[in-house]
């Protein structure tokens, strides 16, 4: 029996099988944990052979599972960046230690002084502080657009981005965090062909795909050069780790992998085995809280005491958005936001009134959670930035889990009584 996996394999099959050979572990069904931070030579001339494989991609051992100190890479992480590629159906994939992790080898492997980068707003807090606040001390400037689904728009800010310098990577979060705001990767990609054909440098398209995830969006299938995920939410999926991964083709994924023995950001064993192992079930656990994120949208648009909704299945017809979502994701994931009639005063009695629901930041646990972006995830940001982004003071975002849908819309009922 093989231990490769079959890649025409679909997704559910891969997320269980890719990855691990049980021949690679005296048989066990399962795969051990790793708990080494060094790995034993066979001989001085396999040690220099695993250097040469490591360092320069040539010689004997390349392709062979041959360590060197866990820093650098171990078999558990060997395994999830093998399973990732799977879900993602791309080449090959790094994996870190956090998603913040794996923004962070991208910009520092692909962006120089004087280079520029193009990203789309709204965009994660920590990416936006590694673009704005970070990068531009490196002498990397940056442009923003805020309509993902309008060429001109995106080509603005092509433009002005270079103004600054040669433009090396256009970062997009889409379905955006918090408002679920789209951007057509399709449509990027070309842009970027055409920066490409004419300045004679392509810069790379990156799409942070942690909001829908592996199982509902394939960034490479639609032409992205790196899909980034972090692993810590739909993935990871139980709030209780944090991990980060990026895909694409081997020739782009192996600087970004080799970034780590400089960063230390490897993902740990543990958590690589806790990884791996969520990932089996990461189809499962993302049907249901698409299922009930639905009846939980509907059932809010329906209240009176809502005053506005993002869930991505209610996307008009006819708009340009809706055309993109349709084109490009799967179905509508289980994070979104709405708004309670009134202001911070009516989002604050509405939480504190919630049993069931927790009050947390973060998404894609088997929990349902729920924050307030005014006073939590966006709290650094400006109230412009935030009301151009489409947070308002009554925001309220809902990561919907897989309990049972009545208790949720139970407590979200029993809460809404409050205002
Ligand atoms: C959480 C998140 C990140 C950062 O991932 P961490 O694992 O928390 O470092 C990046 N992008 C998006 C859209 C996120 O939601």
Redesign the pocket.
Known sequence: MSAAHDPRWRAETLAVRAGYDPASASNAAKPPIYMTSTFAYASARQAKDIHEAYFEGTGPEVGRPGHIYARLGHPGLDMVELRLAALDGAEAAAVFN??????SAIALAHLRPGDSVVFSRP??G??NGLYTGMMPGFGVGHAEFTDGCDRSSVEAAVTEALAHGPLKLIVI?TP??PTAAIVDIALVVDIADTVGARSGTRPLVVV?N??LGPSMQRPIELGADLC?T????YCGGHSDL???GVSGREALVAPLRLLRTTLGSHLDPYTSWLLLRSMETVHLRVERAMDNARKVAEFLRESPKIAGITYLGFLAEGTPQRAVYDRQCKAAGSTFSFAVTGGEAEAFRFLDRLRLLRFAV???GSETLITHPATTTHYAISSEERAAGGITPATLRLSVGIEHVDDLIADLAQALEAL
């Open positions: 956090s998603g913040m992790a794996t923004h965009i994660y920590g990416t979060e955006a965090n942070d942690t909001l980034m972090s692993l810590t939410k944090m991990a980060g973060s998404l894609g």
